[in-house]
């Protein structure tokens, strides 16, 4: 399978401002000495070795992750801002342009994993169809409440495309497109759920964001240790710092010290953290990065454990 990021911020989207490109440019203008700038071979090269808050950005859009299965299907993890784009971009592969199918995986239904429904065209094509997976009974009523006219101009059977839905719970699993997946309740307001996919060669990928470990929790972590035990690719949510998080307590989410914590007892190969607060920065994102690296290194310097922060265009292949 190839996991795509195409939305990774938590609670609201975050575009980036006039000012922080202008301070990008800036940077980068400081940072080059004339011999980068000889040929375009070494702007290449100069660029490539640039952070990403300076060659680029982390994304402003909300939760949507694709998972491109090994037979060429497509299934999507929450409806946040980065439907929009995913869609289009599906859309030029020449997937769901009509008589064409994909699976939705809903965590929970807060506004930044649903807002993006509306504006997936692919949606609106008739002979689409899309099954909607959730441990959520009721996730098709919470999608049509988004969709009154007080609030958006059309409503939910406007939606062309013909729609399934198909609820399960933590006690049993679900075929998609070749993947096992299975679920697991975790502490959020409202309620939330990870999914775990499993590809028939073993390879296991996690998606647990929406989710509040903190040192209360860290204490009954046995349940959640084997769930999460061995996973290739852990996506976690990393909304705030350590310190953030002492703080922020039931407000339903973690940091990346207690995600690195959970990551390592787990044996997980490679943590993403995800989930980013709209209000850090492409610099401060770089720097909650290299935090957790370097809390990694202490905690289990021998530890084979690969962290990465997600942003809008990463690929993992698994
Ligand atoms: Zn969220
Ligand atoms: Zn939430």
């Known amino acids: 399978m190839i996991i795509r990021f195409w939305g990774v911020r938590g609670s609201l989207a975050a575009p980036i401002t006039a000012h922080h ?10 940072l080059a000495s004339p011999a980068d700038l000889l040929s375009k071979e070494a702007i290449t090269s100069f660029m ?7 060659r680029g950005t982390y994304g402003g859009n909300t939760t949507c992750v694709e998972i491109q299965t090994s037979e060429n299907k497509t299934i999507i993890i929450d409806a946040g801002t980065g439907l ?3 869609g289009n971009a599906l859309m030029a ?26 504006f997936f065209v692919p949606i609106f094509i008739p002979g689409n169809t899309f099954h909607f997976y959730s441990c959520f009974p009721d996730i098709e ?18 939606l062309n495309s013909a729609k399934k839905f198909y609820p399960f719970t933590e006690e049993e699993s679900v075929d998609a497109y070749g993947l096992s997946v299975s679920a697991k309740a975790v502490r959020h307001p409202g309620g939330c759920y990870s999914y775990k996919f499993k590809q028939a060669n073993g390879k296991t990928f996690i998606f647990c964001s929406d989710a509040e470990f903190n040192l209360e929790i860290l204490e009954d972590i046995g349940p ?20 953030e998080s002492l703080q922020k307590i039931d407000w339903g989410h973690s940091s990346a010290a207690i995600a690195t914590d959970i990551a390592i007892k787990s044996e997980v190969k490679k943590l993403v953290l995800y989930h980013h607060d709209p209000s850090y920065d492409d610099t401060k994102m ?15 310097p021998n530890h084979p454990l690969e962290i990465v922060a997600a942003y809008e265009g990463l690929e993992i292949e698994l």
Do not use: C
Not at 21 to 30: D, G, H, N, P, Q
Not at 48 to 53: R, V
Not at 229 to 235: I, N, P, R, T
């Open 286 to 300: 770089d720097s909650v990065l290299l935090q957790a690296i370097k809390y990694k290194s202490m905690m289990a």
């Open 21 to 30: 490109v202008e301070e990008k440019i800036r940077r980068v203008l400081e």
């Open 48 to 54: 490539q070795n640039l952070p990403l808050s300076l």
């Open 141 to 158: 009523t919470r999608l049509r409440y988004q969709m009154v006219t007080t609030h958006f101009p059309l409503t939910f059977d406007e």
């Open 93 to 118: 592969r020449g997937k769901l342009t009509g008589k064409d199918e994909a699976a939705f995986f809903f965590t929970h239904s807060h506004w930044d994993h649903i807002q993006g429904l509306m």
């Open 84 to 86: 929009r784009t995913l």
């Open 224 to 243: 959640f240790i084997d769930y999460f035990f061995g996973a290739d690719v852990l996506v976690f949510d990393t909304q705030y710092t350590f310190e």
